[in-house]
């Protein structure tokens, strides 16, 4: 994503978006949770006002040099949005720092209540900004897609999140690590990719296929460029997307190394400090 600051049709500024933006910033700076930002908001179902308290902190970390390179996309799995009383995903900002090298080591003291998913990344190589914007759209408009491991991490005290909490903390977005495998999408079905999310020792610890991230991650990314383009932000050339979980997360214990790997794009690795 580039950093054009073109005007979004989000709610109005205001002092619960205000309040609510500053408690998940502390957290950031501090690496220590705060309570759950909803309870800013009378409405639980206000989803401009999250997405507003999102978009605050963007702002405020774009004055302060951080450098956007894309998006996630989370809520994709049909199960999470039935818990959390959803009918649709929703997103988060990437950020240059936030990638990690694949095979790195990563340093637990940068997150707070970490997890990994396993996901397919896309990259971009020509922008996504069409008004009515299709499938093959995405097709035409991705360079490659590489396997991912997303680290989320929530600043909500034990995870105890809801709708607001997530989309206002940028859709609970941690690091993420692209592995080194690129794979262009003409005639590659990513529906039927099986995905296995390993620890250290070979033991399986989350698994699926391409059908369950909104029954193929070209409809993820596809979902992201609209509501991008409807916000006056579209999805640019050289953006990476992650396109949402294609199986359970698994939570981070101190030394865990996790392996990543999907079928036909290869493995991604990534391991933590004790």
Not at 97 to 123: W, Y
Request: aromatic fraction near 6%; charged fraction near 25%.
């Amino acid at each position: 994503m580039t950093q054009k600051t073109n005007s979004s049709p989000l709610s109005p500024e205001s002092a619960s978006i205000r309040m609510a933006a500053d408690d998940l910033y502390g957290a950031i700076q501090d690496r220590r949770p705060c309570a759950p930002v909803r309870a800013f908001f009378a409405d639980d179902k206000d989803i401009d006002s999250a997405y507003a308290v999102q978009e605050y902190n963007w702002k405020r970390f774009l004055a302060e040099g951080r450098v956007p390179i894309g998006h996630k996309i989370g809520l994709t799995a049909a199960v999470v949005q039935k818990q959390l009383g959803v009918d649709q995903p929703d997103f988060g900002i990437l950020y240059a720092d936030t990638r990690v090298p694949d095979g790195e080591q990563v340093d637990l003291s940068r997150l707070i209540h970490a997890k990994v998913e396993g996901e397919i990344a896309f990259v971009l190589k020509s922008d996504l900004d069409k008004p009515q914007l299709a499938f093959e759209d995405v097709i035409a408009a991705t360079d490659y897609v590489s396997p991912a491991i997303e680290i989320v991490d929530s600043r909500i005290q034990n995870w105890d999140i809801r709708l607001l909490d997530t989309v206002a903390d940028n859709a609970s977005s941690g690091l993420f690590v692209l592995g080194g495998a690129r794979r262009g999408l003409q005639g590659l079905d990513l529906t039927s990719l099986r995905m296995t999310l390993s620890n250290g020792g070979g033991r399986i610890a989350s698994q699926g296929t391409g059908a369950d991230c909104m029954g193929d991650p070209v409809l993820a990314t596809l979902w992201l460029a609209r509501k991008a383009v409807a916000l006056g932000r579209p999805l640019r050339a050289g953006d990476v997307v992650l396109s949402g979980a294609l199986g359970p997360m698994v939570p981070v214990t101190p030394g865990s190394r996790f392996v990543v790997a999907i079928e036909k794009l290869g493995e991604v690795s990534v391991g933590f400090g004790n």
